[in-house]
Each structure stands twice: as C-alpha cells, then as structure tokens.
C-alpha cells in the first residue's frame, strides 16, 4: 500500500523562529496533497489543499503568509509556519492523494507534533 | 506487514443494515484508538476515541477494542444513506504521538 511520511515527527521551537514540515509520498506519486491540523481529540481541520506546481489553496480563516506551502515535486510537500507562537502548537498533519483503480484515494502521514515555546 | 491493517473495500450494504468495519494492528504498544469519518473531499471528523478495551457506545456508533486479539471494530446501527462515507481507523502508542493509519474502508448505504 501507499506510504506518506512526515519529518520531523516532533519539534520543539522558540517563538519567532519558522519551522519547517517535509510531507512525502514513498512509493506513488501524489499531484494533490493536503495539510491538516488537529487539536488534541478532535477532527482534522483542513488547513490548505497542495497541488503540484501550482499555488496552494487555502480554507478561509487560514493565513497564506504565516503557513507556507510549497508542492515542488509529486512527492514532496513542505509546510512552512513562519514567525510561530504559542497558539501554533498543534498536531500538522498531511495526507497525499493517489490513483488507485477507478478511485482517488487519500493516504495519511503519521503527523508533526509542533511545540511552540 | 503494515502496522494496521483495514480492508478498503468498498462495502456496500442496504439502508437499515448494522455495519461492522474493522482493523487490525501488529504493534501490542498501541494503546489509544480512533474511528475518523471522512467525506468526499472534506478532512476526517473524529467519530469514537477509546483507550481501553472494551466497548464504547455513542448514539448509533459502538467502538469495540480486543486488545489481546489486536483488532478494533465499529460498529454502525441503523445504517442511513448519509453514513456513506469513508471510514478511517488510527491508532498511537504511548511513548510517541504519531498516529498509524489503517487505509480506510470506503462504506456505500444503498437507499
């Protein structure tokens, strides 16, 4: 099956400082990819939609300029959170769509705990 | 081996019908559990979260855990065209908070 994994795991940053977030497809090429970010027991909330090449696009109440996405390749996505605080400390997680048979299927990566000192 | 195993399906199944969707995971240091619910093209909505083994009833949802069997079900009662959707099981250990996902059974309720 589909693989998607996420690097760092866990980071631990100071305030101000940017933290970046790889997203990789292992073993199939995704041309969408989507970042989510989850609060502790709740629903995974979509925070912007990666195509390959093309601009992100993001839900409404996501800031573009604090959360950088970049979609270089099919198998690489990063998240960038620029200048973070506190309240950015959250569970970053990131899923890959690939094509498998008649259907799109989205595959998960295991997340990014950020801890925003 | 995949660290959990889910069959995606499709499972298709008639309005009314109980719904029994289920996974089954290798790593015996897993120990909290959850049930997503995802949508076409929405993000998962956390369904049931449960630590230990057991059942856990919520409205026409039951999550069960077998620990000592490695498998973990959802149980759907009453099944209704609005249930179809795609249903994830993920899973954390507790030295860490990465979650391992099962590939989700994609569920059809036929009116």
């Known amino acids: 099956g589909a693989v998607v994994s996420q690097h760092p795991s866990w980071v631990i940053c100071k305030s101000g400082t940017s933290v970046k977030i790889e997203c990789r497809s292992l073993?199939?090429?995704?041309?969408?990819m989507f970042w989510y970010r989850q609060f502790p027991k709740q629903s995974l909330m979509l925070m912007a939609t990666?195509?390959?090449?093309?601009?992100?696009?993001?839900e409404q109440g996501v800031e573009k300029d604090k959360f950088l996405i970049n979609h270089a390749s099919l198998t690489l996505s990063t998240l960038t959170v620029t200048s973070a605080h506190p309240e950015d400390s959250s569970f970053y997680i990131c899923?890959?769509?690939?094509?498998?048979?008649?259907?799109?299927?989205?595959?998960f990566g295991p997340g990014t705990r950020l801890t925003v000192l | 081996q995949k660290e959990v195993e889910q069959d995606p399906g499709p499972l298709s199944v008639p309005e009314g019908a109980i719904v029994s969707l289920n996974c089954t995971y290798s790593?015996?240091?897993?120990?909290?559990f959850m049930w997503y619910r995802q949508y076409s093209r929405k993000g998962p909505e956390l369904l049931m979260y449960?630590?230990s083994s057991g059942n856990k009833e919520d409205g026409r949802f039951t999550a069960q855990v077998d620990k000592s069997s490695k498998y973990i079900s959802l149980f759907i009662r009453d099944s209704q065209p609005s249930d179809s959707a795609t249903y994830l099981c993920?899973?954390?250990?507790?030295?860490?908070?990465?979650?391992?996902w099962g590939a989700g059974t994609k569920l059809i309720i036929k009116p």
């Open positions: 899923s890959a769509e690939g094509t498998s048979g008649l259907h799109n299927e989205q595959f």
């Open positions: 073993d199939f090429q995704a041309t969408t």
């Open positions: 990666s195509n390959e090449g093309s601009k992100a696009t993001y």
């Open positions: 790593n015996s240091a897993f120990q909290y």
């Open positions: 449960t630590y």
């Open positions: 993920a899973m954390v250990g507790n030295s860490n908070y990465q979650l391992i």
